[in-house]
T-cell receptor, first 112, second 112 residues
């Protein structure tokens, strides 16, 4: 039972354009959502998060949007840079345990 | 603070042998999580500790797996009688009062 899904295995964008990564979840008990970036042979690096009481959170070039009625969140990267090329994971948690449930990841390639 | 550290970074072992991994969390973090990641998948939750208490174990954690956090600081994950299916990246993460988890670089286990 995949509670968190990233349906696009890969995404390719031109440098300077917007990258939009999507994520869907099924469990209504999730109340905190996070995005991580991962390079090969390294652990995931925390990027940005959002609480279920908000619908948008912004940090520099990264913005996360949450649509609770659709159980959908997205990560926008503007402008995209070649250094953003990596695997991006969305994750969800409920506040009682804090354990993270991850999606399968989306590989982003930003072309110069 | 140097972040979350894990040792060893790589471990190659023969089927049937026991292995032990260590995780040193960020010093003021009271929660510590273990995850496992296989190729093409997101990290999967294994277990977590609040201080020295192990509060939840995933059904993925068979009887051959055991984890400890004896003094509420570092943690160890032991796998007994390793099987080829145990080959994966084992990730440790820690968190304090916030929900964001910070990951170590992982231990890559290869069972031959």
């Amino acid at each position: 039972d995949q509670q968190v899904k990233q349906n696009s295995p890969s995404l390719s964008v031109q440098e300077g354009r917007i990258s939009i990564l999507n994520c869907d979840y099924t469990n209504s008990m999730f109340d905190y959502f996070l995005w991580y970036k991962k390079y090969p042979a390294e652990g995931p690096t925390f990027l940005i998060s959002i609480s279920s009481i908000k619908d948008k959170n912004e940090d520099g070039r990264f913005t996360v949007f949450l649509n609770k009625s659709a159980k959908h969140l997205s990560l926008h990267i503007v402008p995209s840079q070649p250094g953003d090329s990596a695997v991006y994971f969305c994750a969800a948690s409920s506040s009682n345990t804090g354990k993270l449930i991850f999606g399968q990841g989306t590989t982003l390639q930003v072309k110069p | 603070d140097t972040g979350v550290s894990q040792n060893p970074r790589h471990k190659i072992t023969k089927r049937g042998q026991n292995v032990t991994f260590r995780c040193d969390p960020i010093s003021e973090h009271n929660r510590l999580y273990w995850y496992r990641q296989t190729l093409g998948q997101g990290p999967e939750f294994l277990t977590y500790f609040q201080n020295e208490a192990q509060l939840e174990k995933s059904r993925l954690l068979s009887d051959r797996f055991s984890a400890e956090r004896p003094k509420g600081s570092f943690s160890t994950l032991e796998i007994q009688r390793t099987e080829q299916g145990d080959s994966a990246m084992y990730l440790c993460a820690s968190t304090g009062v916030a929900y964001e988890q910070y990951f170590g670089p992982g231990t890559r286990l290869t069972v031959t």
